[in-house]
């Protein structure tokens, strides 16, 4: 095998992985073009209730000249950013707080048992989750934590079962949180021992050590973590679409500890539950902008995380 | 080699190899696929194995769900042989397809084992399912007080579109109904919630209390007399006229007496 031989058949191998992300990402554009169209920026915005558009655009006459594509499609939108940053935010606090016990608190025994069970529950198909929620969660929440009085509170807007943003989040962040602290202890254990151990001869106590100096270092580590969690709750849809409520719905904070029992759909869950509909065609150019969304949404995700980055090179870390 | 001919391989590699999945295998002949309704999904399994029964070894099949909706875009695009519905054709249907009916079924209203709803009228049904009534304390007869949960399915089902022209007529359902994918997980949803109520196919009815309409209980019986209102037809859809292995099988489901007897185990054969 000549190196001629080698740089062209790799080069061919990297080439069709780009060729298939970039024509994914033109199909979807593709086909999702008339739904923004015809909608402009108030695609985003707010406006009616987003379940019975879709029900309309489904209902469409046959004659194209008749289709329907009226969408605001906020509550997906807004239902999908509040259980992502909840579940990323309360799993990045337990994945760093975990990993440091795990890289510098734990007994060897218990050290032994956690790293590889932590390993083990990352690779965990998530419909898994989604069946542990529907049949033991959501039943818990919606019958011994609800009280009548909620449920009759918002009775005229939404109805509360069980299935929530809270069970979302929840099993969202179990879901997530495994990766993350895989990542963040590779991370903790690869700082330079001198620095550690030079820091610990000055006289600083372990807790210190680790957070000042080992934590200031994974930094780059620990947004990478972040930034794949958050990839991964974002694409989450099987699961959602059983836990979360099937209802287009935004949850309104205003409403104290209702919001946290208020349904909600994110928008792969939606995306999920309608692509039976994809032959009526308004409906699954509607679909495809739900993808395309997403699409752009990882797309903000990586360049945020390579900007999360770049302030961290003036200090030297290696980012 | 130049530079310019190594990228000029390294294109000619990658596209070769990115054309190569292009070039689809032919379909099999004596594979019958379908797909298709979550209504008539269970009926389907049960006439494929009554008829590799009848006739061991004629043909395999392959067997999916994926909504009526689902079943009918599949065999008007070829994806399919037969495609599984349980509602009927609608104006917006693609061209040159042809729906062959094979039986009947009733669309039961079920609510919580622990809340023993006796008979619903199609006002009370409305009213439920349009948001008029939002509690349980304005349906006498309930075992259970508090809001009401509506339980619906997603617009691409078939059920949906049956239960809306039988029941609901030109009202509108409530847009507070959470939307489910599937038989099983409406049944799942009324199963884990007592103050939920939806509307399931009869096989889904395990376990699950049904509510009489109109004074006529939702049971085998009441769907073949005609006595119970809230039936729909079964289809199997196919592309153009049925032909080949097809054509036997529906042929088989349609005229032969072993069909009707696993059709009339619970739904309405239609001899």
């Known amino acids: ?319 | 080699m130049s530079r310019s001919h190594r990228l000029l391989g390294v294109c000619a590699i990658a596209g070769s190899v990115a054309a190569f999945p292009a070039s689809a295998s032919a379909p099999a002949r004596t594979t019958i696929s379908i797909s298709g309704s979550t209504s008539v999904a269970p009926l389907t399994a049960k006439l494929i194995r009554g008829y590799l029964r009848a006739f061991p070894g004629s043909v395999s099949f392959r067997l999916a769900q994926g909504g009526s909706d689902v079943g009918v875009a599949d065999v008007a695009r070829g994806r399919v042989t037969i495609g599984d519905s349980s509602r009927d054709p609608k104006p917006t249907d693609p061209g040159g397809i042809v729906f062959n009916k094979i039986a009947r079924d009733a669309i039961c209203i079920a609510t919580h084992s622990s809340n023993p709803v006796k008979n619903l009228s199609q006002a009370q049904i409305q009213a439920i399912f349009g948001g008029r009534i939002r509690n349980w304390s304005q349906i006498p007869g309930s075992g259970v007080t508090g809001t009401i949960n509506i339980v619906v399915r997603t617009a691409a089902s078939g059920t949906q579109d049956a239960f809306d022209k039988i029941f609901m007529g030109s009202t509108r359902v409530s847009s507070s109904a959470a939307q489910k994918a599937s038989n099983g997980l409406v049944a799942q949803a009324i199963r884990s919630d007592p103050n939920a109520i939806g509307y399931v196919s009869l096989a889904f009815t395990n376990g699950l209390n049904d509510a009489q309409y109109k004074g006529v209980g939702c049971t085998l019986r009441n769907a073949k007399s005609g006595q119970y209102e809230g039936t729909r037809n079964f289809w199997m859809v196919t592309r153009g006229r049925a032909i080949g292995a097809a054509r036997r099988f529906i042929f088989w489901i349609n005229n032969s007496r072993s069909a009707s007897a696993i059709i009339a185990n619970g739904w309405v054969p239609l001899r």
Do not use: C, H
């Open chain 1, 1 to 319: 095998m000549t190196d001629r031989r080698v740089e062209l058949l790799l080069g061919a191998l990297a080439s069709v992985v780009l060729l298939l992300i970039v024509g994914m990402v033109i199909f979807v554009f593709t086909k999702a073009w008339p739904s923004f169209a015809n909608n402009g920026l108030k695609w985003f915005g707010p406006g009616g209730n987003v379940d019975d558009q879709l029900i309309d655009i489904f209902n469409s006459p046959a004659n194209p000249a008749n289709y329907v594509y009226k969408l605001r499609a906020y509550p997906l939108i807004y239902g999908t950013a509040i259980t992502t940053i909840g579940a990323v935010v309360i799993g990045l606090t337990f994945a760093l707080l975990s990993a440091i016990f795990i890289v510098e608190f734990a007994p060897p025994r218990l050290r032994a048992v956690l790293e590889p069970v932590v390993r083990l529950l990352a690779a965990v198909p998530s419909v898994i989750y989604g069946l542990i929620g529907i049949l033991v969660l959501v039943p818990f929440i919606g019958n011994d934590l609800i009280t009548a009085e909620q449920k009759k509170s918002v009775a005229f807007v939404v109805q509360l079962s069980g299935s929530s943003l809270l069970v979302a989040v929840v099993i969202l962040t179990v879901m997530i949180t495994p990766i993350m602290i895989a990542i963040i202890v590779d991370a903790l254990r690869s700082v330079p021992r001198s620095w550690t151990e030079g820091a610990s001869a000055l006289g600083v106590n372990r807790w210190r050590v680790i957070w000042t100096i080992s934590v200031r270092a994974a930094r780059p580590a620990i947004i990478a973590a972040a930034v794949l969690a958050t990839a991964r709750a974002l694409g989450e849809a099987i699961m959602l679409s059983m836990v979360s409520g099937s209802v287009g719905f935004a949850p309104n904070p205003l409403d104290g500890l209702t919001f946290l029992f208020e349904p909600t759909r994110p928008l792969a869950a939606t995306i999920v539950d309608n692509a039976e509909g994809l032959s009526v065609k308004p409906f699954g150019q509607t679909i495809y902008a739900f993808a395309a969304v997403l699409l752009v949404s990882s797309l903000l995700l990586s360049l945020s995380g390579w900007a999360a980055k770049q302030p961290l090179k003036r200090y030297g870390v290696r980012a």
